[in-house]
């Protein structure tokens, strides 16, 4: 079965620091990937998704991610944070196109100003 | 990509009796899923819904305490049923838009029982 990590529970960075939040995954084949953002009292929000081609993938908002097979990771990152990037972040699996996400137990981002 | 209306937005019920979301999705969908997001917790996976079959529940989700509907392709209900403090949770409706890939979630139903 599939299996999503994500080791950092909460991180806090300044505005205006660089981000990454780590993804790790357990799956046998190529994985469909997915980062989603959730702000408070707010629903799910995609910034991104790996399925297959180039590794390095941009999402909305500045995002991006790479995925790198060897290490089973797919690791989000931005270069510039702004207080408005505070919010829960989820790494997500999915077994192919059309079947269930398996979630990662989600990173709380916190911007000092 | 897919717009899922998904009510009600938040409610508070009563130990021992029973809620019904609905999602409604403005375009065909093959397959709905239904998530619950227990306080401070990550999303797992309830059941996934296809239209014309019974749904699939997932390990420690039953059928007689979350029974599901998909009457269509566009519409689908949850219901947590003889509810308990430990059903406060936000429910969250999904659907994969097949025009590009993605899983759209609907905007959730906070629910406290109290």
């Known amino acids: 079965a599939q299996s999503v990590t994500q080791p950092d529970i909460h991180i806090t960075v300044s505005e205006g620091a660089s981000l990454e939040l780590r993804c790790n995954y357990s799956y046998g084949a190529t994985p469909y990937l997915f980062w989603y953002v959730q702000s408070p009292g707010q629903g799910l929000q995609l910034l991104l998704k790996y399925f297959s081609g180039d590794t390095l993938v941009q999402g909305i908002k500045g995002f991006e991610a790479e995925f790198k097979r060897s290490q089973s990771s797919f690791n989000l990152r931005k270069p510039s944070v702004h207080w408005s990037d505070a919010a829960e972040y989820f790494c997500a699996v999915g077994e192919g196109a059309g079947n269930m996400l398996t979630f990662g137990g989600g990173t709380r981002l916190m911007v000092k100003p | 990509s897919a717009v899922i209306s998904q009510k009600p937005s938040r409610d508070i019920c009563q130990r021992g009796t029973s809620l019904t979301i609905q999602c409604q999705v403005d375009?065909?969908?093959?397959?709905m899923f239904w998530y619950r997001q227990q306080p401070g917790q990550s999303l797992t996976l309830i059941a996934t819904a296809n239209q014309g079959s019974e749904a699939t529940y997932e390990s420690g989700f039953v059928i007689d305490k979350f029974p599901i509907s998909r009457p269509n392709l566009t519409f689908s209900t949850l219901t947590v049923s003889n509810m308990s403090p430990e059903d406060s949770s936000i429910y969250l409706c999904?659907?994969?838009?097949?025009?590009?890939?993605?899983?759209?979630f609907g905007s959730g139903t906070r629910l406290t029982v109290v």
């Open positions: 375009s065909q969908v093959t397959m």
């Open positions: 999904s659907v994969v838009d097949k025009l590009y890939y993605g899983y759209t």
